[in-house]
């Protein structure tokens, strides 16, 4: 592929993402069609499905989408941290990141749950990628003393577990709001590895 | 209904629920029918039906009954704990309860999410049920002056966040271990709330 058609392609398949998280959000995942969201991008029918198969793998590479998004906030974010500011910094970039993009974190999460086995396979992928991120982390926070000699694996997981429970009970019910959870959680969760928020807070 | 047919009704729906778990663990949820239910638990067509409209609202039942059981379980195990202690000695309940059930745990946690929507919307009661047993535990043991003033909403829904989050994990790839789940889970949930579990470890 030359390099003018692989950005023209790039930016086709941007547009269909752009547009099925449109049509989604305005008519749900199950009653969209993919035609919906051809006419939505402006695309023709051929180069849908030669971006994606079907609808399944659209909605897909719209959950690996945002979770590159993340990754990318977060590692931008912690860019200049250590130890525990490293662990402190990427779970209020997550938070920060959710709560900024509640409509698509909606759609993803809560819309998802139609979908059964296939999601739930994406669900773990995506947890897992996150919360072996957190265990380098919190191993790192250890190593340089930071927090107490924890099982950083349980830890992760355990935390991953807490941030995604709340992050779906606020785009379900907006109930506790984004800023109880952001104020609260992540005190919570640094005094779960032994570290007082209180000592260090960073402006 | 008199005293006598209800007995033998409880018995026949009980009977009936212990054959579903078998079935749906043998066979699947998906490929296990309402027929080959009958058969196990030999009981007529006739009253399957007259307890469980569809297969469905069977699987929902098995969760309702399977939710009963963790309640009794911890009901039981802190009537005679007060301040931290109840919340110490429920979550440690509630973990041995899972541990000792890895079958049932297995087949209402993980087949349950092919359900899609249905089993989500039971999840969330599930979820909430136990959220707000907690809730009102930490409260406790914050007028106790056992704990720390945390914000017992959004430590309620993050413990139970990181409790199914784990035990998911540990029912899907026995990784991380009960052992270890049992072991490190709750002093890091403990910690949480700025309570070492180090000072008062029951025995």
Known sequence: MSADKEISSKSTRNRILDAALDV???????????????????????????????????????????????????????????????????????????????????????????????????????????ANMIEDFLNEAIAAGDIQAVNSKITAHAWMGAIYTLVMQWVMTAEPSKEEIQTHLLPLLLRSVGYEPNNEVKG
């Open 24 to 130: 989604f959000s305005n008519n749900g995942y199950h009653t969209s069609r993919m035609d919906d969201i051809v006419d939505e991008a402006s695309v023709s029918k051929g180069s849908i499905y030669f971006h994606f198969p079907n609808k399944e793998r659209l909605f897909l590479a719209l959950v690996d989408q945002f979770s590159d998004l993340i990754d990318r906030s977060v590692t931008e974010a912690i860019a200049e941290e250590e130890g525990i500011q490293k662990v402190s910094v990427a779970v209020e970039t997550v938070l920060s990141t959710f709560a900024k993009y509640r409509r698509p974190t909606k759609i993803l999460l809560v819309q998802a749950v139609g979908l059964g086995s296939v999601f739930e396979k994406k669900r773990q992928e995506v947890h897992d990628r996150f």
